[in-house]
């Protein structure tokens, strides 16, 4: 979009090679350097020669699926990952996202939702400092280290692990938390199947925070997958 | 009269001698008021009284006692055997020989009534049983039914129906038995014996030729002929049509013993006979849905083959003008131009997507490998869950209406997003362009709503409940509008999944609303 004064390094790593194609064309004309990788073995070499500050993953892949790569990668990669699917609630997109990847998209998506998904998780890890002690998103104000939650300045009462759920997405905000992740850092490890808690206390949540609970607008659905925080409005 | 009916047919010759008896003991007081002809007379209604009750040779019997009794008590001289008047000795023989003669007449006569009142019996069964096996039963009822009929028919103690099955192996279908327990392993090797080889086994030989039924009578061994160790008293009857044996009908010994009479098993032969009718009729059935059912599927493959080539390939065919269009060189295309075109593009892709979607989901929908995976979910989420799967171009026609808050639901997330993305995708479709669509949810009293409403030409009375069937287009729509004929089909399969309804009404002034109405089971439990 606006001309960066270093041009981000996109690694755009999928098996067929039309989508390599339509990818470097549409991330070439905005201004993206983009390399392009055939298979998991081949994005791990082109990374360890030049770091890219963004990956696209394809999730299915032969030899080296998608889900492998990510595990490898971050061992050593720190970059924001997205991952690319043909099915929705896709159990691979959800594995993927548990190993470390940032968001994901489903096949077929369109051009403007990719870029702006892009956007996100560059100008995420580019202000990635110590997150605030206080996170702001629209008129929500929360206070991690109080541990407390006003809305219009009106403070709201939350349950323990509703507050644990809502700073925990809060402090990820724009980024798809899968059920799994968000079980393991509030409820433990060993409560990481239990999606359907999860469902309940979250509606219990979004009762308290959000202005319409049936429309919401700050914690976002990613059906089969799990949770996003949005930091701002949505776009659409 | 009962007591004299019983006695007479169960013990004939005590009844006959007993009657005889007690007729003399009555009699000898009266000897000297009428004449010895007379008492001979008295004795001949003696003798057809135990002929009309008890039969033939009872009263043959009955003749000679009298006979003897006669000479003996009224013919002088008194209280012996010997005769004085050679007049007397004719009147002795002429005695017997009509005494005989009556006897075996009014006997007979008695005999082929009761013959008369069994046979009618059986037939007054056998119609009942066969017009249970006209209307429309299942093999079970029948089975029951056969049970009871032939415990009433011979009181057997157990008895079993055998069905083969299609390698000809028997199989129990029913069976009561007193105690209860299963057959023995010799009645199962005797019936497979005689399923094998087509014949009866046990069933006495037919001897008179008065017997009408022949035709229709088993060939029939003994048991020890058909492997059995020892000599046994059960029937196996075989349930014969005229290509194959259906089955073997198993009769254990009678309850009272003895070895059965051909008039006994005559019934059973029958039953067996209409049974066997019956299960055949049953095979055919059978064999005829199936191959409806082949027929039906082959018919849904062509329609799917000519429906889906035409949803595929019209897209592909215009999307493949278009960009030919766009990459001639001979053409200046401004901006505005070229946009306009790949919009269509995009547009035809769109199409393509949903088509082959709709395609993967009857696939999966109809072998069965999508199976529902309920579990609780936010009713809000689902609806948006639906509302985000719709291509954004479109999106925004649509207006979303919820309560301020919604429960959680029971439900598999995918399919019923699934179902409520194919509504909207119909509602875009047949509503003007750019007309409004309507996604509205409420809760009311154990059942959740969700229901999707547009402007479009709505739905004729005639066509509500087809336009869910596979590959069925609306009349108004058939040829216009694109759609594989799926996406209601899908949804009424999703719905019907979750014991929910499905159904399309009217808005006025011109729309249609479909509507979907799950029951709600509870709440989440404990966390």
Known sequence: MSAPEKRPHVLVVDDEEQIRRALRSILTARGYDVALAASGAEAIECSLNRLPDLMILDVAMPEMTGIEVCRELRNWFEGPILMLSVISGDTDIVAALDTGADDYLTKPFSTSELLARIRALLRRTASRVTPPPTIHAGDLEIDIARRTVKRAGQEIELTRMEFDILSYLAQNADRVLTSRMILEKVWGPEYAEDAQTLRVHVSHLRKKIEPHPSSPRHILTETGVGFRFASSEPSD | ?527
């Not at chain 2, 060939?219 to 059960?234: F, K, L, N, Y």
């Not at chain 2, 003895?258 to 059935?285: C, H, I, M």
């Not at chain 2, 509503?431 to 809760?443: C, H, I, K, N, Y």
Request: a negative charge; proline letters at 5%; glycine letters at 8%.
């Open chain 2, 1 to 527: 009269m009962h007591i004299l009916r019983y006695l007479a047919k169960r013990h004939g010759y005590f009844f006959a001698a007993a009657s005889v008896l007690t007729a003399t003991a009555a009699f000898l007081p009266g000897r000297d008021h009428f004449a010895r002809a007379q008492w001979a007379l008295l004795y001949l209604l003696v003798v057809g009284l135990v002929a009309g009750l008890a039969g033939v040779r009872p009263a043959l019997g009955a003749a000679g006692l009298a006979f003897l009794l006669w000479n003996f008590f009224f013919l002088p001289p008194h209280n012996t055997f010997a005769v004085h008047d050679s007049k007397d000795w004719l009147s002795l023989f002429v005695f017997l020989v009509v005494a005989v003669a009556m006897g075996t007449q009014t006997g007979r006569l008695r005999e082929r009534e009761a013959e008369a009142l069994a046979r009618e019996r059986e037939m007054a069964m056998l119609n009942q049983f066969s017009a249970r096996l006209v209307s429309d039963s299942s093999i079970s009822d029948i089975a029951q039914l056969l049970m009871g009929e032939v415990a009433q028919i011979t009181g057997a103690r157990s008895a079993a129906l055998l069905l083969a099955d299609e390698e000809g192996n028997l199989q129990e279908h029913r069976s009561c038995a007193d105690d209860a327990g299963e057959l023995e392993s010799s009645v199962l090797c005797i019936a497979q014996w005689a399923q094998a080889h087509s014949k009866g086994v046990g069933l006495p030989p037919i001897t008179r030729r008065s017997d009408t039924d022949a035709a229709g009578w088993p060939i029939s061994v003994d048991h020890v002929q058909a492997g059995a160790s020892t000599h046994r008293e059960d029937l196996f009857i075989p349930l014969q049509t005229i290509d194959r044996l259906e089955g073997i009908l198993y009769v254990g010994q009678r309850s009272s013993g003895g070895p059965y009479r051909v008039s006994d098993v005559r019934p059973l032969v029958a039953v067996a006979n209409q049974t066997a009718a019956f299960l055949e009729r049953k095979r055919l059935q059978a064999a005829s849905v199936q191959a409806d059912a082949l027929r039906e599927a082959d018919r849904l493959k062509s329609t799917l083959i000519s429906s889906v080539s035409h949803e595929l390939k019209t897209p592909i065919a215009s999307i493949t003008a278009t960009i030919g269009n766009l990459a001639e060189q001979d053409v200046e295309w401004d901006k505005d131009k070229a946009a306009h075109e790949l919009a269509s593009v995009q547009e035809d892709l769109d199409r393509l997507n949903s088509s082959i979607n709709a395609l993967l989901d009857l696939a999966r929908l109809e072998s069965a490998a999508w199976e529902p995976r309920r579990e609780w979910y936010d009713l809000a989420d689902v609806v948006w869950a639906a509302h985000s799967r719709i291509p954004q171009k479109q999106r925004s026609r649509i207006q979303v209406s919820l309560p301020e808050a919604l429960p959680m639901v029971f439900v598999d997330v995918t399919q019923m997003a699934r179902a409520l993305e194919n509504l909207l995708a119909n509602a875009l479709i047949y509503g003007p362009p750019d007309s409004a669509v309507l996604l509205g949810a409420s809760v009311e009293e154990g059942a959740f709503r969700v229901w999707v409403e547009d402007e479009g030409p709505g739905i004729r009375p005639e066509e509500r409940e087809r336009i869910f069937e596979k590959f069925y287009r609306g009349r108004s729509s058939s040829q216009s509008t694109p759609g594989t004929g799926l996406g209601l089909a899908v949804a009424r399969e999703v719905i019907r999944f979750h014991g929910g309804r499905i159904w399309v009404e009217d808005v006025g002034p011109r729309g249609a609303r479909f509507v979907i109405s799950v029951p709600t089971e509870g709440t989440p439990g404990p966390l």
